[in-house]
């Protein structure tokens, strides 16, 4: 089955420090979102990449869509500590048996240290 | 737009004892609600997929008859655990798709502790 997976686990950065999280999917996608969930809440939703070679920024996020359609990024510039929580990627298959469901990666921990 | 709400929020029972989380779309109708599970500091793991009206599609190594899902209506969905054990204690996240779009939005989740 599909497979997504995101690196690191855990990112550790100064306050000011920029960050990055990567996803790479087994199978083409037809789309990748991106999630932030904080410490004890839910995932809310960032953003949605649809084409091939796509980039979207969001004031300091920058979300990156590979051109094979498999791999994506969220780029944050200066960390600030609002910036704390779990970034999750997910990915919806191209098609196949899981077309339309969403696979989430593993999800990268950001600490922020003032 | 586009709010899920959870209820309850949080729940904590007795081993053997049964829990029903509801998920509600307050403004826009749901034609697909997503189940999810969440360990701690782990990933979402989607249980189930449930469509109004008809059966839910439960994911692999998920026990239908223990994790029962109704979709009544386009704007409510139920996730009923039954005869719930210790190792059922979890973060049960429900998101809910709307017609002609891909984009889930989640409710605030369900904490649930089994004694």
């Known amino acids: 089955g599909q497979q997504v997976m995101q690196i690191p686990q855990y990112q550790h950065v100064q306050e000011g420090e920029d960050f990055t999280t990567y996803c790479n999917s087994s199978t083409t996608l037809s789309n990748i979102q991106w999630y932030k969930q904080r410490p004890g809440g839910h995932p809310v939703f960032l953003i949605q990449?649809?084409?091939?070679?796509e980039v979207k920024k969001q004031k300091r996020l920058t979300f990156q869509f590979g051109e094979a359609k498999k791999n994506s990024s969220l780029h944050i510039t200066a960390t600030q500590t609002t910036d704390v929580g779990t970034y999750f990627c997910a990915g919806t298959n191209a098609g196949g048996t899981s077309y339309g469901k969403l696979t989430f990666g593993q999800g990268t921990i950001l600490t922020v240290h003032p | 737009g586009a709010v899920v709400s959870q209820h309850p929020s949080w729940v904590i029972c007795k081993s053997g004892t049964s829990v029903k989380i509801e998920c509600r779309s307050l403004d826009f109708q749901a034609t697909t609600m997503f189940w999810y599970r969440q360990f701690p500091k782990q990933s979402l793991m989607l249980m189930a997929t449930s469509n109004e009206g008809s059966k839910a599609t439960y994911e692999q190594g998920v026990e239908k008859d223990k994790f029962l899902i109704n979709h009544a209506s386009l704007t409510l969905s139920t996730l009923t655990v039954t005869s719930a054990h210790p190792e059922d204690s979890s973060f049960y996240i429900c998101s809910a798709e709307a017609q002609g779009r891909e984009t889930q939005y989640f409710g605030p989740g369900t904490r649930l502790l089994v004694l």
């Open positions: 990449l649809v084409k091939s070679g």
